[in-house]
């Protein structure tokens, strides 16, 4: 199947600080890409839905100014928590949609961990 | 959003078939039924989608219901590593949203 890279895998950052995670769809061109959060033991919860070159849709109750998501090429998403928090500690996963012949398939990455301290 | 109602849990024994079952009652004609899996501290991994028949593939099938207010994915032969929460999830457009999912415990 199409591969999603995310890096860094686990991060530690300290409080107030911004951290990035990138986002990379790397056998095929993604023209939207998704952010999920997941706490321990949850389900994932989509924060916001990503098209190249335009702004993100985000979910309800996500702030846009704290979680800054960038969809500059077809291969790339990023994702910038602004002045985290201990409580913004958590496994954020990316996914990618193939406009290939997978269209109807997304593909996830393999998270990263943020630790907030 | 379209919802998914799956059981919490489920045990199978190892070698033998599996069938996680996933309701989905209030389904639109549009909707396509993905099922993902997960393991503890990675990305959901990709199994299996379908429309309206039956799909299979070298991981799994998937037994689609004919009024499609319900599907099935089938596991053939249990394994150790198959032990994963298996979410199912409706898709329409960019619309994709994960339910709470069964977690599968393979007992050796």
């Known amino acids: 199947g199409a591969v999603v890279s995310q890096h860094p895998s686990r991060v530690i950052c300290k409080s107030g600080t911004s951290v990035k995670i990138e986002c990379r769809s790397l056998?095929?061109?993604?023209?939207?890409m998704f952010w999920y959060r997941q706490f321990p033991k949850q389900s994932l919860m989509l924060m916001a839905t990503?098209?190249?070159?335009?702004?993100?849709?985000?979910e309800q109750g996500v702030e846009k100014d704290k979680f800054l998501i960038n969809h500059a090429s077809l291969t790339l998403s990023t994702l910038t928590v602004t002045s985290a928090h201990p409580e913004d500690s958590s496994f954020y996963i990316c996914?990618?949609?193939?406009?290939?012949?997978?269209?109807?398939?997304?593909?996830f990455g393999e998270g990263s961990w943020l630790t907030v301290v | 959003d379209a919802k998914t109602t799956q059981p919490n849990s489920m045990e199978s024994n190892e070698e033998e078939p599996v069938h996680l079952p996933c309701n989905h009652s209030?389904?639109?004609?549009?909707?396509?039924i993905h099922w993902y899996r997960q393991l503890p501290s990675q990305g959901p991994e990709y199994v299996i989608h379908?429309?309206?028949s039956n799909v299979n593939n070298r991981m799994a099938s998937l037994a689609i219901a004919e009024d499609r207010k319900s599907s099935t994915l089938i596991l053939h032969r249990a394994t150790l590593r198959d032990a994963a929460v298996y979410y199912c999830?409706?898709?329409?457009?960019?619309?994709?949203?994960f339910g709470t999912g069964t977690s599968l415990t393979v007992i050796p």
């Open positions: 996914s990618a949609r193939s406009i290939g012949g997978s269209g109807n398939t997304i593909y």
């Open positions: 056998d095929f061109q993604a023209t939207t």
């Open positions: 990503s098209n190249e070159g335009s702004k993100a849709t985000y």
């Open positions: 209030t389904i639109s004609g549009t909707d396509y």
């Open positions: 379908g429309l309206t």
């Open positions: 999830i409706l898709r329409s457009g960019n619309q994709f949203y």
